[in-house]
């Protein structure tokens, strides 16, 4: 069983930073895809990144540019360096582990961010 645990989120003011990252029990190398969801209250969930088995990395149209995701394949440890934060970043962070294309994922139990003056 993959276990996921995030960490790194907070409080922080807008046009900050912060790092999240996400420690996996499971060899990341292995899986196709780890990415990084966000949860807003009473909104959908959206995809903030990804990077594939092969090492490349997508970012979502709402973060391209602020948001980059990369991993540590020794720590078996995928990261979000979120820079220029704005409040509507404010959301709840997910990490997922998808071992094959279009298979089902392993979830993390999420880490908050709030970006709040």
């Known amino acids: 069983q993959v276990q996921l645990v995030e960490s790194g989120g907070g409080l922080v003011q807008p046009g900050g930073s912060l790092r999240l990252s996400c420690a996996a029990s499971v060899d990341i190398s292995d899986y196709y895809a780890m990415r990084w969801y966000r949860q807003a209250p009473g909104k959908e969930r959206e995809l903030v990144a990804t990077?594939?088995?092969?090492?490349?990395?997508m970012h979502g149209d709402s973060v391209r540019g602020r948001f980059t995701i990369s991993r540590d394949t020794a720590e078996n440890t995928v990261y979000l360096q979120m820079n220029s934060l704005k409040s509507e970043d404010t959301a709840k962070y997910y990490c997922?582990?998808?071992?094959?294309?279009?298979?089902?994922?392993?979830w993390g139990q999420g880490t908050a961010v709030t970006v709040s003056s």
């Open positions: 990077i594939f088995r092969s090492g490349t990395p």
């Open positions: 997922s582990a998808e071992k094959y294309a279009g298979g089902g994922a392993s």
